[in-house]
């Protein structure tokens, strides 16, 4: 008696179905195909928006009003005031934000002694901070450093504390053991434990961070981005008014795309690695 083998078609490993997608389809399932139509979606709504409400400018007028504020001399000096007052706030925020991190990743009283105002950090919007620090310290540059801190500090603290607690217990408790100084233990284990965990958390307050000084200045700034948008909104110009916001917008957006976005990248470099 004989017995007949059906033959069974062998599964095609992704490599070779992908080889076989033709080149025109992989550039329009892209990331970067994605991007482009967001992009196009976002204008496309743009224009008719414009066309449907008399008082949503077009885009034409917003770039008009943007060479105009190029031209007048507006927009270095007062991009240059909150760059400088965003990233003194910002680095405040990524030294107190891994100092506490740290603590509250090791320590389960520091845990418990900072965990409840983190909490109320995080539930409080930029918009309040702004007008808080506008009320305490008056205009100029302090209140827009202030808010930047405030508003950014806790995702750091957050990140930080949650990558020291995914730091290996058994290596914590074997440099215990064998009497390592704690500055040693944060140096040679925590840290560079934790880098992937910081990059994310920057990335997070400086995103947060930048709605913050912004809010400050429309509020109480001296000067600034936010501040000159203030003014075209209150000389009843919305064209001049959304000509710095898609400048700050398109500012953070060209930041986190090419810049913040490679730095996650390289430092989770290891974790890429290891899948």
Known sequence: MSTTMTPVKARRSTTEKEQETPAWK???????????????????????????FERVPGPIEVVQRLVEEFQRGEVFGNFGMT????????ALATVVGIAVGVIMGLSQLGRAFFESPVLVGLSIPAIIWSFLTVMWFGF???????????TSVPFVIV???????GVSRDLRDMSTT???????????LVLPA???YVAAGVRFAIIIGWNGVLLAEWFG????VGY????????NRFGGFAAWVVLFVGFIVLLDRFVLDRVIQRAFRWRDASA
């Not at 700034?221 to 600034?224: D, I, R, S």
């Open 178 to 188: 064998y009497n390592v100084p704690f500055s040693r233990r944060v140096r040679d």
């Open 221 to 224: 700034g001296g000067g600034g």
């Open 228 to 235: 000159r948008a203030r003014w075209w909104y209150d000389a």
């Open 194 to 196: 934790v880098t992937g």
């Open 26 to 52: 992989k550039r329009l399932t892209s990331d970067n195909a994605a991007r482009v139509a967001a992009l196009l979606s976002f204008f496309l709504f743009w224009v008719l928006m414009s066309a449907l």
């Open 140 to 150: 100029g540059d302090l209140s827009p450093i202030i808010t930047t801190f405030l």
């Open 83 to 90: 760059l400088y007052r965003f990233g003194v706030g910002v």
């Open 159 to 165: 990140n930080v504390a949650q990558g020291v607690r």
